[in-house]
């Protein structure tokens, strides 16, 4: 499923952490109705990417490109939105009243959250605080929040951490879903497996570094292993 | 944070009912001592001073909490990413938290009304000056707690940072009755800008500078909670936002406008006087011949020259300590010595004292002098038993403290009216 416009482009993206090269020249482009996996192990710099990509990091070099113009960080949340993994927001509020907020602050419509509470299963514990819930009802609120969000690119961070194999399907399902509603998604996924399952196109990083993109065919060919598996090209590339 | 203040602001109330009582007491027949039983400086102040203890050392922890929770859990990240710049964010915090400050006047006010059920005087003007006055410290000190979020990783170094300031500023309050350098400094505490209202004065140098230093530390809270900036951005942000608020500090503080709201005016000049002392248009040069830390020259400086400031616009003091002489430890004639400039003539006298200085303005002035009526103030004495109200501060007002927090923590969940809160109500 690819589109020919990049809605966003990533242009030789470079990000300095005192000492520490992050991230560096990282280029690539998504499109709309794209969904967009990025994959690497831990210390990657997936998390810092996709900040980056959402104007919550400064980049030392390269441009953040939308629709063809370059965006400064300040003006990126009006096309990006970035769902961060490991947080909580106001636990010790209830569900029901956290999403209201949300639904308020994002000016987001009523029928638009509930369909996405359904979708998400997240009737249940409504009544419930957030810090009450379970790794996966956390997880899931988060995705709700983050799809509650009215822009067009949405980056989700670790999206099917802590869902159990059921979860996931579903969680999977909804994600397409919204692409094929015209949204653009990357997504950071540390499961390869996972990533195999929902993504259009991948995007292979190690050490701050792009080592290949594009479908899983450009990265067998990339690798030479016509019959790889994700695991085999993950192992190979890097 | 209620449930400390309840109590607190209880407690200061009875001992100042108590003790005001046993001063009534001791003035009976007495006209003059009777003038001097202000129940804004025996009762109010005293017992809002549990107000500015509360909100010196607990109101930073709740400005702390309200954005610091927000940082930790990651709640700021989301909200930042919304169309709502990072100044509405602080901006609205810091609503949020004098909406609550507002709460914690309740007590407060109860006290007056206790007060006023036992037969005490209130002064409207002076009671709503000092209301005023707490307003604005409360103001800042959240901005300050916001301020220190902001640029600190934990909440706990940003507890440190904000009662830094609180400390600090009640510290420096001691430097006021200092003349000279120390006395300046005295400037920069929040707690001395908090005393002029509790004495009733409305000075509008002070309140706007109440004003720009809050606005200051909200903005620069704005700065450094904008992600995507680097920090060199943030400080070269941080000090144009210095440059700003100096600039408009400097011009508040030329705002020459005071009002006294006592009803006792114990802290100005008569308004006779002080009608005078305004036709004084040239500059004025007043060189006072003590040591500064001379107990003569602190009383001067308290009781004449704080309210000449007020009136006089263009007023330079000047101190000169006299030499000492050798033989006995004392000082040459020159010591207590008063010396006016004013408009090329110069005048001296050797009295140190507010009836001697007002004749000798106002004779160089060309005003007529207006001869000090006695002070109209009545006094009020009062001997009252405030120890019933004991149980409205220490059990009821804390009960119904809690209960409103219950209420309120079931209202959120209610008041979604849509098709799963529809679900909620019913379970």
Known sequence: MLAATPLLEVSELTRILGRFQVLKDISFSVSEREIVGIIGPNGAGKTTLMECIAGLQPINSGAVIVGGTAIKAQQRKQFVFYQPDQVLPYPEHGVMATLLFFRDIFGTGTSRMEKLIERLRLSQVLEKKVGELSRGFQKRLLLTLGLMSPRPIVLLDEPFEGLDVKQVKEVVSVLQEERDNGRCLILSIHQIIDAQRISDRLLLLNEGKVLGGGSLDDLRAKAGLPDGSLEDLFIALT | ?427
């Open chain 2, 1 to 427: 944070m209620m449930l400390v203040l309840c109590p607190l602001v209880g407690y200061s109330f009875v001992e100042a009912v108590d003790l005001y009582g046993e001063a009534s007491k001791s003035v009976i027949g007495e006209e003059l001592a009777v003038s001097r039983m202000a129940p804004l400086d025996g009762i109010l102040v005293p017992t809002f001073s549990s107000l500015y203890l509360v909100v010196t050392f607990l109101f930073p922890f709740v400005a702390i909490r309200i954005l610091g929770s927000e940082k930790q859990f990651g709640s700021l990240k989301l909200l930042l990413q919304s169309s709502a710049s990072s100044l509405t964010v602080v901006t609205v915090k810091a609503a949020v938290l004098l909406l609550f400050w507002f709460f914690t006047l309740i007590p407060g006010l109860c006290a007056i009304f206790f007060w006023h059920q036992l037969g005490g005087h209130i002064y409207l003007p002076e009671t709503v000056c000092l209301i005023a006055g707490h307003f604005l410290y409360a103001l800042l000190v959240a901005a300050i707690g916001l301020f220190s979020v902001a640029i600190t990783e934990s909440a706990q170094t940003a507890a440190i940072v904000t009662l830094s300031f609180t400390i600090s500023s009640l510290i420096l309050e001691f430097a006021a009755s200092n003349p000279g350098a120390a006395r300046y400094l005295s400037f920069l505490s929040m707690t001395a800008w908090l005393r002029q209202f509790e004495s009733g004065i409305f000075a509008l140098p002070v309140f706007l500078g109440f004003l720009v230093t809050a606005a200051a530390f909200l903005c620069l809270a704005a700065v450094w909670i904008t992600p995507g900036n680097f920090t060199s951005f943030k400080l070269k942000q941080s000090i144009a936002v210095g440059l700003v608020a100096g600039a408009l500090a400097g011009l508040s503080s030329n705002a020459f406008w005071y009002g006294d709201y006592s009803e006792h005016r114990r802290n100005s000049f008569s308004p006779a006087a002080e009608r005078a002392l305004k036709k004084l248009t040239h500059p004025l040069k007043m060189t006072v011949h003590l040591d500064p830390q001379d107990s003569l020259a602190i009383d001067f400086e308290q009781k004449v020259l704080s309210r000449l400031r007020r009136v006089v616009r263009d007023l330079t003091v000047v101190y000169v300590v006299p030499p000492e002489t050798e033989e006995f430890g004392g000082t040459k004639g020159q010591y207590g010595l008063l010396e006016f400039d004013y408009a090329s003539g110069k005048t001296q006298i050797g009295a140190i004292g507010e009836r001697a200085v007002l004749q000798v303005l106002l004779s160089i002035a060309g005003a007529v002098y207006d001869p000090e009526a006695p002070s109209s103030y009545p006094g009020y004495p009062l001997d009252a038993d405030a120890s019933s109200s004991q149980l409205w501060f220490y059990f009821v007002l804390p009960l119904i403290v809690l209960a409103a927090w219950w209420m309120t923590n079931q209202g959120i969940k209610l008041s979604y009216g849509g098709k799963h809160g529809e679900m909620l109500q019913k379970s």
